[in-house]
């Protein structure tokens, strides 16, 4: 199954504040609506300073993602940018 990473640029005025917490937060919206577009989330890492965040999932199309992101968070929540990727060694 393709392997997806993106990113949010400057979630700080969705969220008001971007920590472990808030960033849990979010990752268990995604995993609650996952199953139902065939998705799988891998990963996340965040930057406080900068207000990015960045996942990780295994989904069956770029479409079936951003689809379960929009499910999870709304519109707000779509990420900027969506890359299909590669895992090395």
Not at 77 to 86: Q, S
Request: negative net charge.
């Amino acid at each position: 199954m393709p392997l997806y990473l993106d990113v949010h640029y400057n979630v700080l005025p969705l969220v008001g504040e971007l920590n472990d917490a808030v960033t849990r937060e979010g990752h268990a919206r995604d995993l609650a609506v996952q199953d139902k577009h065939g998705v799988r989330f891998v990963k996340y890492w965040y930057d406080e300073k900068t207000g990015r965040v960045f996942c990780l999932a295994e989904a069956p199309s770029k479409e079936a993602y951003e689809a379960c992101h929009r499910e999870a968070h709304g519109e707000g929540g779509v990420a900027d940018e969506i890359w299909e990727v590669t895992e090395g060694e």
